[in-house]
């Protein structure tokens, strides 16, 4: 159940863009509205996934987040504080796995721990720690290039994990991976959560996987993003063998996702219609 205290809170947060500079001085710049009036708390320990339509400001969200950008209004609170700027108490996943491909398995998780000044020994203990808790034992010396994009995708995991931070943000970390590596990466994350406790954001286009994976599913409005629904999602105990998604409440709660997102989808596709239309206009 979520905590009283939540361990993250958007109060209000808007983000808007400048689109293009303006023709004389005077002239305010054109702006773009991302995300407007988010009010959303997150507890500690739970897994809380987003969906919605594209450019709806799903990673806009995780970026202001992560201290990336920073709200135009509002204001983003871990812990009680604002977040002003990126921290090793958050670890970022992405879809890319951003690996340094000079460098071994083990040497891509040591990385972060060498910036923060960890002593050669913990970190390659920590190193082979986190490389198990992925399942890739055995695979510490393997380059980039040896890995398939599942086991590469561990390492970017393994790597955000060793410096312990409290938070794990994730934008759309599964994307790109065939749907046989993709599921067991599904499993293997919950795993991993359920034994380490993180609080965790995971950003999908995925109603299957948000429903999976998620404890509660945020949808957000089409452009600009707000959020429009909670859904709080209990698939009850089960066996490591069972598989949730042939259950009756695994299919209500994917209509619930889906009848939400589907008229945003639409509204979004109109959207990115009359934007065109205006191109083709002004030409």
Not at 25 to 48: H, K, M, V, W, Y
Not at 143 to 172: F, I, K, N, T
Not at 265 to 270: D, F, G, L, P
Request: hydrophobic fraction near 35%; include cysteine.
């Amino acid at each position: 159940m979520p905590s009283a205290t939540p361990k993250i809170r958007f109060e209000h947060v808007g983000k808007t863009f400048p689109l293009r500079t303006p023709r004389t001085a005077r002239a305010a710049p054109e702006r773009f509205t991302a995300l407007q009036d988010i009010d959303l708390d997150i507890a500690p320990g739970e897994f809380s996934v987003i969906v919605g339509p594209s450019g709806c400001g799903k990673s806009t969200l995780l970026d202001l987040l992560g201290g990336l950008t920073h709200p135009t209004r509002g204001r983003v609170l871990l812990d009680g504080a604002p977040v002003t700027g990126p921290g090793r108490d958050r670890g970022t996943v992405f879809q890319s796995y951003a690996l340094l491909p000079w460098r071994t398995a083990r040497g891509n998780v040591e990385f972060g721990l060498e910036a923060g000044g960890t002593p050669r020994r913990e970190r390659a203990e920590k190193a082979a720690e986190y490389l198990s808790l992925v399942g890739l034992d055995g695979f510490a010396d393997r380059h980039p290039h040896e890995l398939s994009g599942g086991m590469r995708q561990r390492v970017a995991l393994a790597r955000s994990l060793a410096y312990d931070p409290d938070v794990l943000l994730m934008d759309e970390p599964f994307a790109a991976l065939d749907a046989q590596t993709r599921e067991s990466l599904q499993e293997e994350l919950l795993g991993v959560w359920r034994r380490t406790g993180k609080t965790v954001v995971f950003i999908t286009h995925s109603i299957d996987e948000a429903v999976l994976l998620g404890e509660r599913v945020t949808v957000l409005t089409s452009r600009p993003g707000r959020v429009k629904e909670r859904v709080t999602v209990d698939l009850g105990e089960r066996a490591p063998s069972d598989d949730p998604r042939s259950s009756p409440e695994f299919a209500a709660y994917r209509h619930r996702v889906r009848e939400l997102l589907h008229g945003e989808v639409s509204r979004a596709q109109e959207l990115e219609r009359s934007a065109l239309r205006g191109k083709e206009t002004a030409a």
